[in-house]
C-alpha cells in the first residue's frame, strides 16, 4: 500500500502534530506500507530529502499570510502515484491544492486536528473549501471523542469519524529517566521543587498564566520551547520577580527531551483555547510517570491526564488555581506518588504508537481502493 502523509511541517521542525506524523510515518513504514511526506519548507525552492528513512518533500512557498503559506506547487505534487492520501488538517493550502489536483485513484483520510478556533475571517472564507474536501473524505480522524462532542467543524460528518487517539514511543519515555545522569544534573542547578512546562511560545497555551502562578509556587519552571512571544514571557517573570526561578530553555528536539521530563516533579499545561486540542506532551509526562496539572478545556486534554487519577485539573486562564495545583503536588509526596504510579498505566494502556499506528493502518486498509466516499463509509461501518 502507498500512503501519502500530507501535512503542514515535518521534523527537525518541533510540534506535537509534527511529532505524531514522525512516528506515524515511521511506524507505517515498519509495517510495509510505502509512506512518503508532503509539507512546506522554508523559502521558495522545494527541497526533496530523506529523514530518517522516509521520502519527504518541502515544497516552496510564495508568501505566509494568516498562519498559511501559499505554494502553488502543492498542486503538481499531488499527482504522484498513491492509494491513500492522509490529509492533516486544519491546512488551508492543502484543501485547496487538493480540490485543484488532477490525483491519481485513491481514498482520502483526514486527521482533524483541531478546529480554527481564532481565525473567524479566514474560517468564514474557508468553509465552502472545508465542506467540499472532508465532503469527499472516505474517513475522517478525531483524536478524542470530546473533541467530536464538541466541534462544529466536524460535526455533521460524524457517521464517517472515527476517534484514534494520539500515542508516544514509551520506549523513549519512561520513568528510568529519573535516574539519568543528566536528570541529575539539571536538578542539582534547579533545585528540588522542578515545574516543567513545554511548547510553542503562542497565545494559546497559557504560559502567561503559568507564569503568573509561579509567583506563588515554591520551585523552578523549566519553559521548553521558542516562539513570537519569548520576549513577552521574559519580560512578564522579570515583572512578576521570579526571573531567576524561571528557565527559558529555547525549542528541544523530541529525543533529548529525557533529561527534562527526568528532572520533573510535575508537567503543567496551561493551555488556554481549545486550539490545543489533546496537549501530546502529557501523554509524554505520563509515560515517565510524572504528575500532570492540566486545564479544564473543552478539548480532548482533561481526557489525556484525568482529574485526581494522574494529575490534577483547574479551569483554564486562573493563576491562582494554577498555582495552588502545582504546590499541591510539590507539597504532598504521597499524592504526588499516587497520581506518578497511575500515569505511567494510563500511558501504557490507552497512548501507545503501536495502537494509534495500528488502528490508523485498519483504517488505510478498509478505505483502500474504494471508488467513492460512500462505499469507503460502508466498509467502516
Known amino acids: 500500500m502507498r500512503v501519502l502523509q500530507l501535512g503542514k511541517y515535518y521534523e527537525p521542525y518541533v510540534g506535537g502534530i509534527e511529532t505524531h506524523l514522525a512516528l506515524l510515518a515511521h511506524g507505517l513504514q515498519a509495517r510495509g506500507v510505502e509512506v512518503e511526506v508532503l509539507v512546506h519548507g522554508n523559502g521558495t525552492r522545494t527541497v526533496r530529502e530523506n529523514v530518517r528513512g522516509i521520502p519527504v518533500t518541502r515544497v516552496g512557498a510564495l508568501l505566509r499570510a494568516l498562519s498559511t503559506e501559499l505554494a502553488p506547487s502543492l498542486v503538481g505534487e499531488l499527482s504522484r502515484s498513491y492509494e491513500v492520501l492522509h490529509l492533516h488538517a486544519p491546512h488551508p493550502m492543502a484543501m485547496v491544492a487538493y480540490l485543484l489536483a488532477r490525483k491519481p485513484p485513491h481514498a482520502l483520510v483526514i486527521t482533524h ?68 545522569r543528566p536528570a541529575h544534573e539539571l536538578r542539582s542547578k534547579c533545585g528540588e521543587r522542578v515545574v516543567l512546562a513545554t511548547g510553542r511560545l503562542i497565545y494559546y497555551k497559557g504560559f502567561e498564566v503559568l507564569l503568573d502562578a509561579m509567583r506563588t509556587v515554591r520551585g523552578h519552571l523549566l519553559l521548553i520551547g521558542d516562539g513570537p512571544l519569548r520576549g513577552a514571557l521574559e519580560d512578564r517573570a522579570r515583572r512578576n520577580g521570579i526571573r531567576e526561578r524561571v528557565t527559558f530553555v529555547g525549542a528541544v528536539p523530541n529525543d533529548r527531551m529525557g533529561p527534562y521530563y527526568g528532572a520533573a516533579d510535575v508537567f503543567v499545561l496551561p493551555s488556554i483555547a481549545r486550539s490545543e486540542a489533546f496537549g501530546i506532551v502529557q501523554i509524554e509526562a505520563l509515560a515517565c510517570g510524572i504528575p500532570v496539572v492540566n486545564t479544564a478545556l473543552a478539548s480532548g486534554v482533561p481526557d489525556v491526564s484525568i482529574h485526581d487519577v494522574t494529575g490534577l485539573t483547574v479551569p483554564p486562564n486562573d493563576a491562582e488555581a494554577l498555582a495552588l495545583a502545582i504546590s499541591r503536588v510539590l507539597d504532598d509526596p504521597a499524592l504526588a506518588a499516587r497520581l506518578s504510579s497511575k500515569a505511567r498505566q494510563r500511558a501504557l494502556e490507552r497512548f501507545t504508537a503501536d495502537r494509534m499506528v495500528e488502528e490508523t493502518l485498519a483504517v ?16 467502516l461501518g
Request: glycine letters at 6%.
Open 113 to 180: 486536528h483541531s478546529d480554527i478556533v481564532r481565525q473567524v475571517r479566514l474560517k468564514g472564507l474557508l468553509s465552502p473549501v472545508f465542506g467540499a474536501v472532508h465532503s469527499r473524505a472516505a474517513a475522517i480522524i478525531a483524536t478524542s471523542q470530546r473533541y467530536l462532542d464538541t466541534s462544529r467543524e466536524i460535526g455533521e460528518f460524524r457517521p464517517k469519524v472515527r476517534v484514534i487517539p494520539y500515542g508516544s514511543d514509551l520506549h523513549q519515555f519512561s520513568p528510568l529517566l529519573k535516574d539519568s
Open 364 to 379: 488505510y486498509r478498509r478505505v483502500a481502493r474504494s471508488g467513492t466516499a460512500q462505499e469507503a463509509q460502508a466498509r
